[in-house]
């Protein structure tokens, strides 16, 4: 009761700082399903492109020992022990590039997910993890029951499949009763492989719908209470690398939204080498212009670059560049002292887009 009532007042959404700690304990999202999807498009694979090399290699073996038995000499137990270790090689050889691809496709679908790290505290010895009541909670819980579901789910898809495959290939599976014995295990591969097929779009779906709960599960677990924010925020303010980075990712997020709004601005202002400030104004929307964009030296010459690139009209008034910039912050409106000067250029470029309709050829 104390865990649940715990977990209910976390509401908040966790910080970076959180989930970057989270993953460097080794503590990230991992769908089960998906590296089961993996393991099965192996075995697919393997099935259509390396199965019939395998057996051909495993009946070649296995056909020159049956065909030779009366020349082989055995003298005892040793010589015995090493015909069918040398039986057993060639057989493991032809099925190893069966297993490598099989693994080969579970180990890519986990490295899809979160390429691998070094996490000291998964190795560090956790008694909970081998506790009889933890391991109960474990089994009660939800994740516990979403788990069960999935084990009941495969079991039911495995058999409705394999019960689908046989009943369409009824007629196929009586004739083998016909056929010579050696096109037999051909027989038994094609069916096979269309069961594996179907299997893999089940997969396919578990595997959509694995990664979507794991995800959501993983950050779930990472909410923060309230308390917790304050101890964070408390932390990190006295940490210089925290606050430095803190800084940067809301500069980042800043400049990606002002530079999405490049293209709906009505006009930029420069200085033009220091300066640059994206005004927007649309008579039906109401209001004073408003600053969508604006930045000093190098990011005035990206604005300027976006601005050209989507044909937003460049304006050169040095003063009014400035007084821009250092009075006016993003969205908000110009003061009513740089009205009249806005308004002259809004002026302007609508005079010039009249005269540049009215030459343009029909």
């Keep these: 009761m104390a865990e649940g009532d715990d977990q209910e007042s976390k509401t908040e959404e966790p910080t970076e700082r959180r989930i970057q700690e989270a993953i460097d304990r080794g503590n990230v999202p991992h769908a089960r399903e998906a590296v089961t999807l993996g393991s099965l498009l192996g075995i697919l694979i393997a099935f259509k492109l390396l199965v019939g090399w395998s057996a051909l290699g495993a009946t070649a073996t296995l056909r020159s020992v049956l065909e030779n038995v009366g020349q082989i000499q055995l003298g005892g137990r040793e010589d015995a022990y090493h015909l069918i270790m040398a039986v057993l090689l060639n057989v493991g050889l032809s099925v190893v590039p069966l297993l490598l691809v099989i693994a080969a496709g579970g180990i890519i679908a986990s490295l899809g997910q979160n390429l691998p790290q070094a996490a000291s505290e998964r190795v560090k010895p956790n008694f909970s993890r081998i506790s009889p009541g933890s391991g109960f909670k474990r089994i009660y819980s ?74 959501f599960k993983w950050r779930k677990d990472l ?22 980075r803190a800084r940067s990712v809301a500069r980042q997020r800043m400049s990606r939204s002002m530079f999405a709004k490049i293209p709906s601005a009505t006009m930029v202002v420069t200085n033009p080498t220091h300066f640059a400030v994206a005004l927007r104004y649309v008579r039906e929307e109401g209001g004073a212009p408003v600053v969508v964009a604006k930045g000093l030296d190098y990011l005035a010459l990206r604005i300027k670059e976006a601005a050209a690139l989507h044909d937003v009209p460049l304006i050169e008034n040095k003063p009014l560049a400035r007084a821009l910039y250092e009075s006016v912050e993003l969205d908000q409106s110009i003061p009513p002292e740089l009205y009249r000067a806005v308004a002259e250029i809004i002026h302007f470029l609508q005079l010039r887009n009249r005269y540049t309709h009215a030459i343009r050829p029909s």
């Design 223 to 244: 909410r923060m209470s309230r308390e917790d924010m304050k101890e964070e925020f408390k932390q990190s303010e006295g940490n210089p690398q925290l606050r430095a």
């Design 142 to 215: 939800l994740q516990g029951v979403v788990e069960f579901g999935k084990t009941v789910t495969k079991l039911i898809a495995v058999m409705l499949v394999t019960a689908m495959v046989l009943r369409s290939q009824a007629v196929i599976i009586f004739n083998t009763l016909q056929v010579d014995l050696g096109d037999v295990p051909n027989v038994i591969l094609e069916m096979a492989g269309d069961t594996v097929s179907v299997l893999c779009v089940v997969a396919l779906t578990m595997a959509f719908g694995d990664i979507a709960w794991s995800r």
